[in-house]
């Protein structure tokens, strides 16, 4: 048992170095090797062989063995890279420590639950005699699944880190986003470490089986047909990569050119807030806005909450902000928490975005959609109103309904807030509506100096390939930058940093679609097809086997 957890262990801080700020991208895909071993040692306890013999397939101890296995790999994972949770609640939200730690274990355990219910599915496959390609294919499936579980939970959804986007620096290999979403690259990561493992296994276990060369032959044959298919499907992943860099890149030359400016105020998340500050935060941004304007910039892009007072009535500065784009002639794009009456009457706060024309004019608004629970918003509050005391210091935001682009000089543009940026269908859908390019202004100050500035940004590149569209990111203490549509990173800040960047994007063409834009998740639906229909096939077996 020791052994085993080691190896569970291990394969979770492996996974935790594939992810930024690390970024060994390669552990991801060898990163699953340990605990796949650590399954195997738990299911065939002495034999060592990896198939359960005898007859009838029931629920084991070694199934329940592989749930808890997998329970303690996720927990490991997780605690390396949503630590930060911690940091923002306790520094930024008001929460106190052991609330936040409380919270932050509950988040961890959540999510390790999806590892445990794979460790428990891969522990069931590895159990039988199958071919080895249904077991390549299924476990692959089975991640998946959870994965889109993960993401699209009612209220609970939270799909940081999955994955797929250990790879955001491998151009070639997630350009099959545009087809499968970034669950398509998760699945080819689970596929060969899963591949690896009976590899390995499978040499080590013939040769201490039977020393006879012919024997070994006959017996490797299935992996060697299983490593033709995957090959076969990494090297045909890898040349519609590459094709699409280069078509996308030739297409786009045709697009519209638009000059942009980013301006990252580096403003301390502390002070922010503060009343007296305020002028200071205005004077900063408007150095910044002058610095990018005399780049001659078309359009000019603050972070989240940019401005902390509410624009639509503060008579003070409000005024000078709305000035802005006319000294700069262009428009002005920012973050800015905003009011109004809900159909109740009731009057509802919003984490909102406002584009201000170069007249000084407002001429589009998005209210943030997704909202991050105890951050804006405590969830079940309704129902278990001791949580709102536990939480004091978290806000207390409705959620936007109208998932409309923004309009600019005839073009439009989506925008995401905060970590929308994680969530496929939001970009997806802006694209639907028309949008040529995608904005995403975040605050990530909350974050401090942990992992996640980094794992947010990386996240973001997924968005643009998966729509194969321009991504504009300003966030308040980085990491801000432009993300092309096969995921090269045109511009990028450091954070904690104060900046004006400018450069050049490029605008859609409206009738331009990705399969993944027009058709969304079907390759994910597709796999949690697969994994049903693979456990019925494995419940007719057991029924068969018992009679």
Same mark, same amino acid.
């Given at each position: 048992?020791?052994?085993?957890?080691?190896?569970?262990?291990?394969?979770?801080?492996?996974?935790?170095?594939?992810?930024? @700020?690390?970024?060994?991208?390669?552990?991801?895909?060898?990163?699953? /090797?340990?605990?796949?071993?650590?399954?195997?040692?738990?299911?065939?306890?002495?034999?060592?062989?990896?198939?359960?013999?005898?007859?009838?397939?029931?629920?084991?101890?070694?199934?329940?063995?592989?749930?808890?296995?997998?329970?303690?790999?996720?927990?490991?994972?997780?605690?390396?890279?949503?630590?930060?949770?911690?940091?923002?609640?306790?520094?930024?939200?008001?929460?106190?420590?052991?609330?936040?730690?409380?919270?932050?274990?509950?988040?961890?355990?959540?999510?390790?639950?999806?590892?445990?219910?794979?460790?428990?599915?891969?522990?069931?496959?590895?159990?039988?005699?199958?071919?080895?390609?249904?077991?390549?294919?299924?476990?692959?499936?089975?991640?998946?699944?959870?994965?889109?579980?993960?993401?699209?939970?009612?209220?609970?959804?939270?799909?940081?880190?999955?994955?797929?986007?250990?790879?955001?620096?491998?151009? @070639?290999?997630?350009?099959?986003?545009?087809?499968?979403?970034?669950?398509?690259?998760?699945?080819?990561?689970?596929?060969?470490?899963?591949?690896?493992?009976?590899?390995?296994?499978?040499?080590?276990?013939?040769?201490?089986?039977?020393?006879?060369?012919?024997? /070994?032959?006959?017996?490797?044959?299935?992996?060697?047909?299983?490593?033709? /298919?995957?090959?076969?499907?990494?090297?045909? /992943?890898?040349?519609?990569?590459?094709?699409?860099?280069?078509?996308?890149?030739?297409?786009?030359?045709?697009?519209?050119?638009?000059?942009?400016?980013?301006?990252?105020?580096?403003?301390?998340?502390?002070?922010?807030?503060?009343?007296?500050?305020?002028?200071?935060?205005?004077?900063?941004?408007?150095? +910044?806005?002058?610095? +990018?304007?005399?780049?001659?910039?078309?359009?000019?892009?603050? @972070?989240?909450?940019?401005?902390?007072?509410?624009?639509?009535?503060?008579?003070?500065?409000?005024?000078?902000?709305?000035?802005?784009?006319?000294?700069?002639?262009? $428009?002005?794009?920012?973050?800015?928490?905003?009011?109004?009456?809900?159909?109740?009457?009731?009057?509802?706060?919003?984490?909102?975005?406002?584009?201000?024309?170069?007249?000084?004019?407002?001429?589009?608004?998005?209210?943030?959609?997704?909202?991050?629970?105890?951050?804006?918003?405590?969830?079940?509050?309704?129902?278990? @109103?001791?949580?709102?005391?536990?939480?004091?210091?978290?806000?207390?935001?409705?959620?936007?309904?109208?998932?409309?682009?923004?309009?600019?000089?005839?073009?439009?543009?989506?925008?995401?807030?905060?970590?929308?940026?994680?969530?496929?269908?939001?970009?997806?859908?802006?694209?639907?509506?028309?949008?040529?390019?995608?904005?995403?202004?975040?605050?990530?100050?909350?974050?401090?100096?942990?992992?996640?500035? $980094?794992?947010?940004?990386?996240?973001?590149?997924?968005?643009?390939?998966?729509?194969?569209?321009?991504?504009?990111?300003?966030?308040?203490?980085?990491?801000?930058?432009?993300?092309?549509?096969?995921?090269?990173?045109?511009?990028?800040?450091?954070?904690?940093?104060?900046?004006?960047?400018?450069?050049?994007?490029?605008?859609?063409?409206?009738?331009?679609?990705?399969? $993944?834009?027009?058709?969304?998740?079907?390759?994910?639906?597709?796999?949690?097809?697969?994994?049903?229909?693979?456990?019925?096939?494995?419940?007719?077996?057991?029924?068969?086997?018992?009679?």
């Amino acid at each position: 048992m020791t052994r085993t957890i080691f190896l569970s262990i291990l394969s979770g801080a492996m996974l935790i170095a594939a992810f930024p @700020p690390i970024d060994i991208g390669f552990f991801a895909w060898v990163g699953m /090797v340990p605990f796949f071993f650590a399954l195997s040692d738990t299911a065939v306890g002495s034999q060592g062989a990896g198939v359960r013999k005898g007859a009838g397939i029931s629920l084991p101890k070694f199934c329940k063995r592989g749930f808890l296995l997998g329970l303690l790999w996720g927990i490991i994972f997780f605690l390396g890279t949503v630590y930060w949770v911690v940091n923002s609640m306790v520094n930024y939200g008001g929460v106190p420590f052991f609330t936040s730690i409380l919270v932050l274990l509950l988040l961890v355990l959540y999510l390790a639950l999806f590892f445990a219910a794979f460790g428990f599915g891969t522990s069931i496959v590895l159990s039988i005699k199958t071919n080895l390609l249904l077991k390549v294919l299924f476990t692959s499936s089975l991640w998946v699944g959870l994965e889109y579980i993960r993401t699209n939970m009612i209220t609970i959804g939270f799909p940081w880190v999955l994955l797929g986007y250990s790879q955001s620096s491998l151009l @070639p290999i997630i350009q099959i986003t545009d087809i499968t979403g970034v669950y398509g690259v998760s699945f080819l990561i689970v596929m060969v470490n899963m591949f690896i493992f009976l590899a390995i296994q499978a040499k080590s276990s013939k040769l201490k089986e039977d020393k006879e060369l012919s024997t /070994v032959s006959f017996q490797l044959s299935p992996f060697l047909k299983s490593g033709f /298919v995957v090959s076969f499907i990494l090297i045909i /992943v890898l040349i519609y990569g590459f094709f699409r860099i280069y078509e996308t890149d030739k297409i786009s030359q045709n697009w519209k050119t638009l000059k942009i400016g980013i301006a990252q105020g580096n403003i301390d998340q502390g002070r922010k807030w503060d009343i007296s500050f305020k002028k200071e935060t205005v004077d900063i941004y408007k150095n +910044l806005n002058m610095a +990018l304007a005399k780049q001659g910039v078309r359009l000019i892009i603050w @972070p989240e909450t940019a401005i902390p007072f509410y624009l639509q009535s503060d008579k003070e500065l409000g005024p000078e902000v709305f000035n802005l784009p006319r000294e700069a002639n262009a $428009y002005l794009f920012t973050g800015n928490d905003a009011y109004g009456l809900g159909f109740d009457g009731e009057v509802k706060y919003y984490n909102s975005a406002f584009l201000i024309s170069p007249k000084g004019e407002l001429v589009g608004k998005y209210d943030k959609i997704h909202l991050v629970p105890f951050g804006e918003y405590v969830p079940l509050k309704n129902y278990l @109103p001791f949580i709102h005391k536990l939480v004091v210091g978290v806000g207390d935001f409705s959620s936007g309904k109208w998932l409309k682009p923004l309009e600019l000089d005839g073009d439009s543009f989506g925008v995401l807030i905060c970590f929308e940026s994680i969530f496929p269908e939001l970009a997806r859908g802006f694209i639907n509506e028309g949008a040529g390019f995608l904005v995403n202004i975040t605050n990530d100050a909350w974050f401090g100096r942990t992992s996640a500035p $980094y794992q947010h940004f990386s996240q973001a590149v997924f968005r643009a390939v998966e729509n194969k569209v321009f991504l504009i990111r300003a966030a308040n203490t980085g990491v801000s930058g432009v993300i092309d549509p096969v995921g090269r990173i045109i511009l990028k800040s450091d954070i904690f940093t104060r900046e004006a960047m400018a450069g050049y994007i490029k605008i859609k063409d409206i009738n331009q679609f990705t399969f $993944y834009s027009r058709y969304g998740d079907i390759f994910a639906i597709g796999c949690m097809i697969i994994v049903a229909g693979y456990g019925l096939w494995v419940l007719g077996l057991n029924r068969s086997k018992n009679k």
